[in-house]
T-cell receptor, first 108, second 113 residues
Framework: GNSVTQMEGPVTLSEEAFLTINCTYT??????LFWYVQYPGEGLQLLLK?????DKGSNKGFEATYRKETTSFHLEKGSVQVSDSAVYFC???????FGQGTELSVKP | DTAVSQTPKYLVTQMGNDKSIKCEQN?????MYWYKQDSKKFLKIMFS???????INETVPNRFSPKSPDKAHLNLHINSLELGDSAVYFC????????????FGSGTRLTVV
């Protein structure tokens, strides 16, 4: 069946550092892929999405490219801020299968 | 206007009690979901309704019973609550089977004591 695997956290970075959170998937066909973010004490917000292979999703300085060759959808940001501290989830359309979440902590 | 609203936000109750969580969406979406988030932040789907019809029913104890009176509402009733039911429960909705994404409520933190 379909599945999503994310790199384990927690990830701790200094402000302005480069961020990569790895996500790989197993799926039939090419379903839409998503990154969701959960700030402390809040629900999940859609951060970005890609609906087909080779699409690049972007929002708030975050980017992810849907790569069918490597079945990956890695999240990147060039310069993180303290306000980016949250848990990030990679997800696959359908039942909306989530990865296990990666907690990011950004220190000033 | 809140797009997906859940009530209550917090629920503390004793073992053995029966409780309900309500969810409403005003986005015009045709599909609604219940997810459970455990203490390690892992999210797992429980149920999904499309236009009032149950389409996803994962391996969940039958003490949990969803009800969808119309496509804008999806409630979750839990009988005989157990300590292990303590978690955050999220409601979500989507259109076109989630092609463009899913909108989540802010969650209900259930604590069983």
């Amino acid at each position: 069946g379909n599945s999503v695997t994310q790199m384990e956290g927690p990830v701790t970075l200094s402000e302005e550092a480069f961020l990569t959170i790895n996500c790989t998937y197993t799926a039939t066909g090419y379903p839409s892929l998503f990154w969701y973010v959960q700030y402390p004490g809040e629900g999940l917000q859609l951060l970005l999405k890609a609906t087909k292979a080779d699409d690049k999703g972007s929002n708030k300085g975050f980017e992810a490219t849907y790569r069918k060759e490597t079945t990956s959808f890695h999240l990147e940001k060039g310069s993180v801020q303290v306000s980016d501290s949250a848990v990030y989830f990679c997800a696959l359309k359908g039942k909306l299968i989530f990865g296990q979440g990666t907690e990011l902590s950004v220190k000033p | 206007d809140t797009a997906v609203s859940q009530t209550p936000k917090y629920l503390v109750t004793q073992m053995g009690n029966d409780k309900s969580i309500k969810c409403e969406q005003n986005l015009g979406h045709d599909t609604m979901y219940w997810y459970k988030q455990d203490s390690k932040k892992f999210l797992k789907i429980m149920f999904s309704y499309n236009n009032k019809e149950l389409i996803i029913n994962e391996t969940v104890p039958n003490r949990f019973s969803p009800k969808s009176p119309d496509k804008a509402h999806l409630n979750l009733h839990i009988n005989s609550l157990e300590l292990g039911d303590s978690a955050v429960y999220f409601c979500a909705s989507s259109s076109r089977q989630g092609y463009y994404g899913y909108t989540f409520g802010s969650g209900t933190r259930l604590t069983v004591v």
